[in-house]
C-alpha cells in the first residue's frame, strides 16, 4: 500500500488525496519513500496505482526522520503497476532527507 501525507499546523500527519509527502506500507509502518534517482517513471508507477492520469514530484526535506528507515534505489521500468512491488528499504538510507513529494494534476 502506499499513501500521501501531509503535515497540519499542529505538525500531526493526516491523509491527503492529490497532494503530500509519499510513503509505502513496509512489515507494519508507514516509510518515506527517498527522492534520489526518483524521475518520471516512477511518478507514472505511483499515479497509476493511486488512480490518477499524471503527476509531478518534488524533493520534500525533512529532518525529523532521521532515525527511521526509507525506501530506498527505486527504479521503475514502466511495467509495474505498483510501487509497492519493489523491495529496497535501508535504515538511515537517506542522508540528505530529501523525500518524495507528490502532486496530481
Given at each position: 500500500m502506499?499513501?500521501?501525507?501531509?503535515?497540519?499546523?499542529?505538525?500531526?500527519?493526516?491523509?491527503?488525496?492529490?497532494?503530500?509527502?509519499?510513503?509505502?506500507?513496509?512489515?507494519?509502518?508507514?516509510?518515506?519513500v527517498f527522492f534520489k534517482n526518483w524521475g518520471r517513471v516512477e511518478t507514472e508507477v505511483v499515479c497509476k496505482q493511486l488512480g490518477f492520469r499524471e503527476g509531478a514530484a518534488s524533493s520534500e526535506k525533512d529532518e525529523t526522520l532521521m532515525d527511521s528507515y526509507s525506501m530506498?534505489?527505486?527504479t521503475c521500468t514502466r511495467s509495474?503497476?505498483?510501487?509497492?512491488?519493489?523491495?529496497?528499504?535501508?535504515?538511515?538510507?537517506?542522508?540528505?532527507?530529501?523525500?518524495?513529494?507528490?502532486?496530481?494534476?
Open positions: 502506499i499513501r500521501l501525507t501531509k503535515s497540519n499546523k499542529e505538525d500531526e500527519t493526516e491523509l491527503s488525496r492529490q497532494s503530500g509527502s509519499l510513503e509505502i506500507y513496509h512489515k507494519h509502518n508507514w516509510l518515506p530506498t534505489n527505486v509495474e503497476n505498483r510501487l509497492d512491488a519493489f523491495d529496497g528499504f535501508e535504515l538511515n538510507g537517506c542522508p540528505s532527507f530529501n523525500y518524495v513529494s507528490v502532486r496530481y494534476i
